[in-house]
């Protein structure tokens, strides 16, 4: 007797439903960490079960069919309500900490002087703060959720939560050299000032200066520091001008220890929480932290 399969094979749906929400072969077999001839063979498998095609060519990627589009609503459905039932699992299961990356700069400057308030707000939250000096890596290992100042377009993999955009400006200590010799100056006094820079965010200068209308060949640069917190520092010591994103300096500039004398220009980056995994405790992280950078 001849019988039908009421489910399809599960391996090739997943690849499918990659492939759909992803639009792409490639970018689904790199979230499902197999090779792209492990995906295709996926598809085809699943083609020759239904019986018919499920993705068109469309110049140089992938369109779905009419039966590829009512497979893909039900099976990203399907999926999601797994993910976030075998998350609520897991959760249940441990009771482990969030485990949140963070750059250096933003866990010391920002992040812990409000840990205390975050703790007050979210009690249920056990959060557990992890440095981060390189850059994060497209599947997060060893983390639940981000915390960054970066510009899309973001890794495919990253469910991502948009808090604040960016803001970035020159600062310098309120009683230092460089503010007696800029105080009442416009921001072009600037291009006689050796500035002070971070190697891990080279292009904020020259970004500011275009944004503002300053050509940034002008631009002349003195000491410079691997990390942007030690440029804090050294801008909090006196030691020059520095650039800084806004809500890194909130705190200083409100305590009058350092002076923004030409405010803040948005960037194309934003504040972001990121993560590869949906969690209803990454949910009610953002929702206290977009409301905090908003108050920074």
């Known amino acids: 007797m001849t019988t039908t399969r009421d489910l399809p094979p599960l391996n090739a749906l997943r690849a499918f439903e990659a492939t759909a929400r992803l639009g792409s072969v490639s970018r689904a077999a790199k979230e499902l960490h197999v090779t792209h001839g492990a995906v295709s063979r996926q598809l085809r498998a699943l083609e020759e079960a239904l019986g018919q095609p499920l993705f068109v060519r469309q ?13 893909h609503e039900s099976a990203g459905l399907a999926f999601a309500q797994l993910r976030e039932g075998w998350a609520r699992l897991t959760r249940a299961g441990t009771g482990r900490p ?3 990356g963070c750059p250096g700069s933003l866990l010391a400057r920002w992040m812990i002087p409000r840990l205390e308030r975050l703790h007050r707000d979210l009690p ?7 440095a981060q000096e390189s850059p994060f890596e497209p599947a997060l290992p060893g ?4 915390l960054l100042l970066a510009e899309p377009p973001w890794p495919a993999a990253w469910h991502v939560h948009e808090l604040a955009p960016e803001r970035i400006g020159p600062v ?3 009683h230092g050299a460089a503010a007696a010799r800029l105080a009442g100056r416009p921001m072009h006094a600037l291009v006689a000032e050796p500035l002070l820079h971070t ?3 080279p292009q904020a200068w020259p970004q500011w200066a275009q944004a503002v209308g300053l050509a ?9 520091f691997e990390h942007l917190y ?3 520092e050294a801008a909090l010591a006196g030691l020059g001008v520095a650039i800084a994103p806004a809500q890194l300096v909130a705190d200083d500039v409100a305590a009058g220890r350092l002076l923004a004398p030409w405010g803040f220009t948005p960037t194309r980056g934003a504040w972001i929480l990121a993560s590869v995994r949906p969690d209803v405790r990454i949910d009610a992280l953002a929702v206290w932290l977009r409301q905090a950078l908003c108050g920074a």
Do not use: I
Request: glycine share 14%.
């Open 216 to 224: 940034p060949e002008r631009l002349r640069y003195g000491q410079g």
């Open 172 to 174: 310098l200590a309120a």
């Open 199 to 201: 190697a891990s965010r």
């Open 143 to 146: 983390l639940d959720a981000a």
């Open 230 to 232: 030690y440029l804090l």
């Open 59 to 71: 110049g140089r990627g992938l369109a779905l069919t009419g039966p590829g589009e009512q497979l």
């Open 98 to 100: 969030l485990v949140l």
């Open 124 to 130: 249920a939250l056990r959060l557990h703060l992890s």
